[in-house]
């Protein structure tokens, strides 16, 4: 993949945007998709999902999504610039006088499976949030190795160059977490947590997750965040010891009764949760935004001219609300998006050119940013005999600061969601 962007052709925006509109054929290989789905169940002693969980195929658009490289490489860069800011003095002295108390306490881990998530548009890429925990990898892995080309001009690549190495890389990341905390210790048990996962949306991929690392000898279970115990410096949970926890939960500081023992067992360093409540402080808290947003803030901190440039065109602006500019907030709400600075899963966001005055007070009274409104992408799809258009968001699915796999969703709404008729997880094929 090219360095830089400036050095791909910019034909490719075109070419993409022509393909996004007009291409309808049908990428996805079901048949390819089920039998690698029966291989990741099978085997194991874990079965198929059952009847309580989501039906598999609503997780899965039929089409993949087509991005300029020179869009991705812009993505790939402009992460690697926020995780460098990630690391100043400065920014981590701000974004933790806002955090949890919780989140001054650094074990090490830097958190498995992060996510930046993007719009494209005629401007480039835009951040639209940084998120722990994302889910959606192991499906979006099984999905991408699933796919024919289509409308696809030659010599391109299909999908991710990461795919090929996605499952030694994921193993690799979470010895890599480990070893960040533990040394050269062997990771022996690893506890993937939710809260009732049997009942979680991604639960089969908590399967999928489990499956990957048994295969390569690390004892993996899936249990319910509320059966931790912590006794004589030694979390245990079904009476096994655990030696780390993947953690799926969205109560990102621990602070939930039903958390006690997790917290108290982190805490002592007793177990080494990925990714954990500072790398949420660090990364993921949206109040974050307001000053990976700020030129002037980013150079006082001595972040190169360069990336400053780049996250100016990547970052939409950012700011915390405040009832002080309510008047302004007001008259500028068709171009802003407000999001709660603690939500997760798009609960609680609002675009201003629907708020109405109810809406804009609540959000007055809590913790909010507005955030520049960005729209999404839009790809074509056919379903039946009727075309269509569905939004698209962009994920990078990362570790430190490293593309793991690249994905899309398409939707219909306000938000990202998996009822949109022919939406879901998509691949993307680079142009």
Same mark, same amino acid.
């Given at each position: 993949?090219?360095?830089?962007?400036?050095?791909?052709?910019?034909?490719?925006?075109?070419?993409?945007?022509?393909?996004?509109?007009?291409?309808?054929?049908?990428?996805?290989?079901?048949?390819?998709?089920?039998?690698?789905?029966?291989?990741?169940?099978?085997?194991?002693?874990?079965?198929?999902?059952?009847?309580? /969980?989501?039906?598999?195929?609503?997780?899965?658009?039929?089409?993949?999504?087509?991005?300029?490289?020179?869009?991705? /490489?812009?993505?790939?860069?402009?992460?690697?610039?926020?995780?460098?800011?990630?690391?100043?003095?400065?920014?981590?002295?701000?974004?933790?006088?806002?955090?949890?108390?919780?989140?001054?306490?650094?074990?090490?881990?830097?958190?498995?499976?992060?996510?930046?998530?993007?719009?494209?548009?005629?401007?480039?890429?835009?951040?639209?949030?940084?998120?722990?925990?994302?889910?959606?990898?192991?499906?979006?892995?099984?999905?991408?190795?699933?796919?024919?080309?289509?409308?696809?001009?030659?010599?391109?690549?299909?999908?991710?160059?990461?795919?090929?190495?996605?499952?030694?890389?994921?193993?690799?990341?979470?010895?890599?977490?480990?070893?960040?905390?533990?040394?050269?210790?062997?990771?022996?048990?690893?506890?993937?947590?939710?809260?009732?996962?049997?009942?979680?949306?991604?639960?089969?991929?908590?399967?999928?997750?489990?499956?990957?690392?048994?295969?390569?000898?690390?004892?993996?279970?899936?249990?319910?965040?509320?059966?931790?115990?912590?006794?004589?410096? /030694?979390?245990?949970?079904?009476?096994?010891?655990?030696?780390?926890?993947?953690?799926?939960? /969205?109560?990102?500081?621990?602070?939930?009764?039903?958390?006690?023992?997790?917290?108290?067992?982190?805490?002592?360093?007793?177990?080494?949760?990925?990714?954990?409540?500072?790398?949420?402080?660090?990364?993921?808290?949206?109040?974050?935004?307001?000053?990976?947003?700020?030129?002037?803030?980013?150079?006082?901190?001595?972040?190169?001219?360069?990336?400053?440039?780049?996250?100016?065109?990547?970052?939409?602006?950012?700011?915390?609300?405040?009832?002080?500019?309510?008047?302004?907030?007001?008259?500028?709400?068709?171009?802003?998006?407000?999001?709660?600075?603690?939500?997760?899963?798009?609960?609680?966001?609002?675009?201003?050119?629907?708020?109405?005055?109810?809406?804009?007070?609540?959000?007055?009274?809590?913790?909010?940013?507005?955030?520049?409104?960005?729209?999404?992408?839009?790809?074509?799809?056919?379903?039946?005999?009727?075309?269509?258009?569905?939004?698209?968001?962009?994920?990078?699915?990362?570790?430190?600061?490293?593309?793991?796999?690249?994905?899309?969703?398409?939707?219909?709404?306000?938000?990202?969601?998996?009822?949109?008729?022919?939406?879901?997880?998509?691949?993307?094929?680079?142009?």
């Amino acid at each position: 993949m090219p360095d830089d962007p400036r050095d791909i052709p910019q034909t490719a925006n075109t070419d993409a945007d022509r393909l996004n509109r007009h291409c309808y054929c049908i990428t996805l290989d079901r048949d390819a998709l089920n039998a690698s789905l029966r291989d990741q169940f099978s085997g194991t002693g874990m079965g198929f999902p059952t009847t309580e /969980v989501p039906e598999l195929d609503q997780f899965f658009a039929d089409t993949a999504v087509f991005v300029p490289t020179a869009d991705i /490489v812009t993505m790939e860069r402009a992460v690697e610039a926020i995780e460098s800011v990630s690391r100043f003095p400065s920014y981590l002295k701000q974004v933790l006088s806002w955090a949890p108390e919780i989140a001054q306490f650094d074990p090490g881990p830097v958190g498995a499976f992060m996510s930046y998530d993007f719009h494209l548009g005629p401007e480039g890429p835009q951040l639209i949030e940084i998120n722990t925990n994302a889910g959606g990898a192991f499906l979006n892995a099984v999905l991408a190795r699933a796919q024919r080309r289509c409308c696809q001009p030659p010599h391109a690549p299909a999908v991710s160059p990461a795919l090929d190495n996605f499952d030694d890389a994921v193993f690799n990341m979470f010895n890599a977490e480990w070893q960040t905390q533990r040394g050269d210790s062997r990771l022996s048990r690893v506890a993937i947590v939710d809260e009732a996962p049997e009942s979680q949306f991604m639960y089969p991929e908590f399967q999928m997750a489990q499956r990957l690392l048994s295969a390569r000898g690390i004892d993996t279970l899936i249990f319910d965040s509320a059966e931790f115990e912590y006794a004589d410096g /030694v979390l245990t949970a079904g009476g096994q010891h655990i030696d780390m926890v993947y953690n799926r939960l /969205v109560d990102f500081a621990l602070e939930s009764p039903r958390h006690a023992a997790l917290r108290r067992a982190y805490r002592d360093g007793a177990v080494v949760v990925t990714p954990n409540p500072r790398t949420h402080a660090v990364l993921a808290d949206k109040r974050n935004l307001t000053l990976l947003s700020d030129s002037s803030t980013l150079r006082e901190w001595g972040l190169d001219t360069e990336n400053v440039k780049l996250l100016e065109r990547t970052v939409p602006k950012a700011r915390l609300v405040s009832r002080d500019d309510e008047a302004q907030l007001w008259r500028d709400r068709r171009s802003l998006f407000f999001k709660p600075v603690s939500g997760h899963g798009s609960k609680g966001v609002y675009r201003g050119d629907k708020l109405t005055k109810r809406v804009f007070e609540n959000i007055l009274e809590g913790d909010y940013i507005a955030q520049d409104l960005v729209p999404p992408g839009e790809r074509g799809i056919r379903i039946d005999d009727t075309v269509t258009t569905g939004k698209v968001d962009i994920r990078l699915y990362t570790y430190a600061g490293k593309t793991l796999l690249t994905a899309a969703r398409i939707y219909k709404g306000q938000t990202t969601n998996f009822r949109t008729p022919g939406g879901g997880f998509a691949p993307i094929f680079q142009v």
